[in-house]
Each structure stands twice: as structure tokens, then as C-alpha cells.
């Protein structure tokens, strides 16, 4: 089994900035392709970015491009979601999730494709 537990999380005033961090710990593997969702409430949990084991390829949400970055650390066990100039639209709870399939494949946007899951870290964006 996986273990992720995500941090981080806050309030913060539009135009503002957080990075959320996802600890991973059990059986991990490198090779594991990572994502993080998030969903906003009464809303469906939806993909924000995600990234291969070695960081060489990235996704994002076309809502994020270009103000989040995702990263990891895979000496520690570690990811990261750099989030600035942030929306009010960008509030919801933050999920990381983990991928164990062909660690060539492209990175997924779909939950289901994920097998590992953090509780989640609350973000919420005042305007």
C-alpha cells in the first residue's frame, strides 16, 4: 500500500500564491506518474496537473496553465504544486493522487486511472 498525505493548504487573498506538498510513504515506487486534483464544492473532482516519474513530461489543466507548477523529489518522497497568482475559482479541496500503470504511458487526466489517494488540503481564495 501507498500512503499519501497532502499539506500545505490555506487561505489566501486573490493574486496570492501556496504550495501544496504531498508526502508519499508504504510501498512506494519512483515510477509512479503523479497528479493533483481538486474539487470545488458541489462540483466534480477534476485533474490539475500531472507529471511522469522523472519529471521529464507534464500536464495542465488549461485553468492553471501557466500560474501552477508541479514538481517532485523523488529522493524524498516528495511532490509539490506550486500555485500563484491564484483565483477565486481555484478554491476546493486539493487531492494527490498516484498512478502505478506503464510508467511510459501519457499521463492521465482521469481519477479513475489513480490508485493511490491523499485526504486531501483545503485551499480557499478570497477575491
Known amino acids: 500500500q501507498v500512503q499519501l498525505v497532502e499539506s500545505g493548504g490555506g487561505l489566501v487573498q486573490a493574486g496570492g500564491s501556496l504550495r501544496l506538498s504531498c508526502a508519499a510513504s508504504?510501498?512506494?515506487?519512483?515510477?509512479?506518474?503523479l497528479g493533483w486534483f481538486r474539487q470545488a464544492p458541489g462540483k466534480e473532482r477534476e485533474f490539475v496537473a500531472g507529471t511522469t516519474w522523472s519529471g521529464d513530461r507534464t500536464d495542465y489543466a488549461d485553468s492553471v496553465k501557466g500560474r501552477f507548477t508541479i514538481s517532485r523529489d523523488n529522493a524524498k518522497n516528495m511532490k509539490y504544486l506550486q500555485m500563484t497568482d491564484l483565483k477565486p475559482e481555484d478554491t476546493g479541496v486539493y487531492y494527490c493522487a498516484a498512478d502505478r500503470s506503464n510508467p511510459w504511458s501519457a499521463i492521465r487526466r482521469n481519477q479513475a486511472s489513480y490508485d493511490y489517494w491523499g485526504q486531501g488540503t483545503q485551499v480557499t481564495v478570497s477575491s
Open positions: 508504504g510501498r512506494t515506487r519512483n515510477y509512479y506518474k
